[in-house]
């Protein structure tokens, strides 16, 4: 237990801990950066590590003491009533009879922070808390809060309560409006370093050791999804790909006619899953790019599907770089039909068969 569990954005973690162990803590604070590096966890040790009843001199908390439990239940009943309240149909019902707890997450309950709920905090933020000696709201999605709502926080970082410590979380400080950022202390956080990442799933164990090189290029930084990479769903929604890959950039070679029943299966697989076609279009531009730096050499290190790089080198020598335009403007294509809802297959069948019918490839590197 205590900060050594938390992996990554050291510097953040330092900057925390000298915070509680010199006893200052300041009013409002603005955690700013990408998805899944930890932001919110963070925000939770600070609580804790504020009102931990043993550890808080030296700038960390135990996990095991009364409140340490505490902060944890709370963090549980906060999500609970956040969950009731979004299934809530009733516009009303969905803000009705808030009681924040010492420790309170508040985020979106419709696609808004909504200004009942920032209002709630401004009526509790001033007195003083029930069982903690330092209150914690973690305000997540900052960027979400609803504008009406925007001026009401603005007052509370203006003359920031004594008892009450604000954490606004958001990917993007710039985001949020200068008045709101320049009034809280940034805690700028960054991508996890991928020897961590491989480090946490060589400890964790749960990814087969040779996809780990690929599912640590996968998360991209971000610990929660290294902790959820399924080697398995990724290479189900790759594979079609790889077929349309190895459909398209074959007949370059053999001087036979494209296999199109292999191609226009491949095709069919990629539209067949509606709901998780976004991504399987990010991993289709993933492969993109991937050929884009193999074609350019010596990127290797840029490359996400770590564990085809040779599959990958044949088919960008293969479709050469005109081949792999064409084939970014046809995943563009397939993400505007996305966006419109329309049919896929079309989409990419349209796209091989412009890929089988264009002129010979040039040479890589051209
Ligand atoms: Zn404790």
Request: glycine share 6%; hydrophobic share 45%; charged share 30%.
């Amino acid at each position: 237990m205590g900060f050594e569990t938390f992996l990554g954005n050291t510097k953040a973690v330092e900057a925390m801990r000298a915070m509680v162990a010199r006893g200052r803590v300041p009013g409002s604070l603005l955690f700013a950066g990408p998805e899944g590096v930890g932001k919110k966890t963070l925000a939770l040790m600070f609580a804790k590590a504020m009102n931990c009843e043993r550890l808080a001199a030296q700038g960390n908390f135990c996990g095991e003491c009364t409140r340490c439990r505490k902060a944890d239940e709370m963090l549980v009943a906060t999500r609970e009533d956040l969950a009731r309240r979004r299934e809530s149909k009733d516009s009303q019902r969905r803000t009705d009879g808030l009681v924040y707890f010492d420790l309170q997450l508040i985020e979106p309950i419709t696609r808004f922070i909504l200004i009942e709920q920032i209002r709630q905090l401004r009526a509790v933020a001033y007195t003083r808390p029930f069982e903690f000696p330092r209150r914690v709201f973690i305000v997540d999605e900052a960027q979400a809060i609803h504008w009406q709502a925007i001026d009401l926080l603005l007052k509370v970082l203006e003359e920031p309560p004594e008892t009450t410590t604000l954490i606004l979380v958001c990917p993007n400080a710039h985001e949020l409006r200068p008045t709101i950022r320049s009034r809280c202390r940034l805690i700028a956080f960054h991508p996890v370093e991928d020897s961590q990442i491989a480090d946490l799933l060589t400890q964790e164990g749960r990814v087969p050791k040779a996809q780990r090189p690929l599912a640590a290029r996968v998360a991209a930084g971000s610990v929660a999804k290294a902790k959820t990479f399924d080697a398995t769903e990724f290479e189900r929604r790759r594979r079609p790909w790889l077929a349309f890959l190895d459909a398209v950039a074959s007949p370059r070679e053999a001087a036979h006619a494209p296999d199109w029943k292999a191609l226009f299966d491949s095709t069919k697989a990629l539209a067949e899953d509606r709901d998780a076609f976004e991504e399987t279009l990010r991993i289709g531009y993933s492969l993109l790019r991937d050929l884009m730096a193999m074609l350019e050499g010596g990127a290797e290190m840029a490359v996400m599907n770590v564990d085809i790089r040779s599959r990958l080198k044949v088919w960008s020598g293969k479709l050469g770089l005109r081949g792999i335009e064409t084939l970014k403007d046809g995943l563009d294509q397939a993400y505007r039909l996305q966006v419109r809802n329309v049919n896929q297959q079309l989409g990419f069948d349209t796209l091989a068969v412009e890929l089988l019918s264009a002129s010979p490839a040039p040479a890589a590197g051209e």
